[in-house]
């Protein structure tokens, strides 16, 4: 008999966690606070007011813009809103489409991380995650549920149509179109580290510079949590209520995805969204990848790319690209980058 198991869980804890002997005194007072569903995930904000502000209205008020521009994006490039330019684009098979410069923008960093990978990260493997059914409908931060495996045929169909070499896209223009058949973008695994690094840059623009913005496992810390940093757990991908460990964050971003995020356990084996699309199935390498890197764009892309590659060759990518991070490779064995510094997690 089969038995199946569906979950969801964040790669990161919170944003600020609690007090510790090794905190030189409080988190920032009169705070502002964001907690919300977008874009198939929670968002959730940490804002202190400015030095010029006597209270936090103006850090309450920045937290409506936030929630704002998650939004906005999300209308922008969501697979379940008919009207997105990123439906647009898949609705118009071999058409140029004319899409807003933020979608062009992220699709071509896309593009370059793609090709960099060689594939391993890839925003066309829509057709494939359309077989394995761990999408996540608006409004709401659970995905759907795999009522059962595809077959292999199944798998390698929706694979003959997955490419990014197969994108056009003309700056000039600002036009994308899918130049083969069956193909489709998702930017499951670029878009919520893009729409952070918008709000990070809206903030900033505003004049705050101590705060946390996340959005699932994507997170930016700018500044510090009053007169301490920011301090980010790191989850243990077994162990639902243990840290692997914590890292002081200041002003960079921290991103993590794993096997026990949106999952399936069908007899026993362990079925999750991080596809390998050298093989249209579940990547194999690692349990979780964890990567602290400038933007929340580029923290996003590398750990899908780090966990998909695992172990040393996945810690060698992030390296490579001024990046540090954790793996957790599928045996358990943990992968530090050299010059990172994890504190003892817990409980």
């Known amino acids: ?41 929670k968002v959730r904000a940490t804002i202190c007011p400015r030095a010029k502000d006597g209270d936090g209205d103006a850090a309450q ?22 009207q997105s330019d990123v439906s647009r684009v898949n609705a118009a098979p071999g058409k140029p489409v004319r899409v807003a410069p933020e979608t062009l923008a992220v699709v071509q960093t896309a593009l370059k991380a793609s090709e960099q990978s060689g594939g391993l990260f890839d925003i066309t493997f829509a057709p494939l995650g359309e077989v394995w059914q761990f999408d996540t409908p608006p409004g709401s931060h659970e995905p759907t549920q795999l009522r059962k495996l595809p077959t292999q045929d199944e798998v390698a169909a929706r694979l003959a149509c997955v490419g990014y070499k197969h994108v056009v896209v003309d700056g000039k223009a600002q036009t994308i179109q899918l130049g083969k058949p069956g193909m489709a973008l998702h930017l499951g695994g670029i878009g919520k580290g893009a729409a952070v690094d918008s709000v990070v ?4 623009k505003q ?8 959005a699932g496992g994507d997170l930016f810390c700018a500044g510090q949590n009053g007169s301490r940093p920011w301090r980010i ?25 794993g096997d026990y995020e949106r999952f399936a356990l069908l007899d026993g084996v ?30 996003e892309i590398l ?32 992968w530090t980058s050299r010059g990172l510094t994890v504190l003892p997690g817990g409980k």
């Open 1 to 41: 008999m089969k038995t199946i198991l569906v979950a969801m869980a964040c790669g990161l804890l919170a944003a600020a966690l609690p007090a510790s002997a090794t905190d030189e005194g409080p988190g920032c007072a009169n705070a502002a606070h964001l907690d919300v569903v977008a874009m198939g995930t």
């Open 61 to 82: 008020a920045a937290t409506q813009a936030v929630a704002s521009e998650f939004a906005r994006l999300e209308a922008l490039w969501s697979n379940w809103r008919p």
């Open 201 to 204: 840059a809206l903030l900033r």
């Open 207 to 214: 004049g705050f510079d101590n705060f946390a913005v996340q």
């Open 233 to 257: 757990g790191i989850a243990h991908p077994r162990e639902k209520a243990r840290l692997l460990g914590v890292v002081l964050v200041h002003d960079a971003a921290f991103s993590t995805s």
């Open 270 to 299: 362990r079925y999750h969204h991080i596809l390998d699309l050298r093989t249209g199935w579940p990547a194999k390498a690692s349990q979780s990848a964890t990567v602290l890197a400038t933007s929340a764009t580029d923290a």
């Open 303 to 334: 750990t899908k790319w780090a966990f998909i590659a695992g172990g040393q060759a996945g810690l060698d990518a992030i390296g490579a690209r001024r990046a540090k991070g954790v793996i957790v490779d599928a045996t358990g064995k943990v």
